[in-house]
């Protein structure tokens, strides 16, 4: 199994980013996905999830509206797209499956800074 999390970076307060996390190892296309994000100091948190087949997406309060998470499950990748982006999102962002059972990636770092 392994996820590779991509497209992080330092980004102004207001801008966007869109993080990608191609995904190896196991049927893709069956498992409900989520994106969390860690903070320094902080636990890890889910901040969105997609159904197998994108049906249906749920979202953290801190994100709603300001994040949209999507996926191809031709290309194995679920997407996180990152609007609006406030100091407070700054943390390195991960995917796995919605139950984080999986051996995760190293993330990408996002930084929402002046």
């Known amino acids: 199994v392994q996820f590779v999390e991509s497209g992080g970076g330092l980004v102004q307060p207001g801008g966007s980013l869109r993080l990608s996390c191609a995904v190896s190892?196991?049927?893709?296309?069956?498992?409900?996905m989520s994106w969390y994000r860690q903070a320094p100091g902080k636990e890890r948190e889910r901040v969105a999830s997609i159904t197998p087949v994108g049906g249906s997406r749920n979202y953290a309060d801190s994100v709603k509206g300001r994040f949209t998470i999507s996926r191809d499950n031709a290309k194995n990748t679920v997407y996180l797209q990152m609007n609006s982006l406030k100091p407070e999102d700054t943390a390195v962002y991960y995917c796995?499956?919605?139950?984080?059972?999986?051996?995760w990636g190293q993330g990408t770092q996002v930084t929402v800074s002046s």
């Open positions: 796995n499956t919605y139950s984080g059972s999986l051996l």
């Open positions: 190892g196991f049927t893709f296309s069956g498992y409900h």
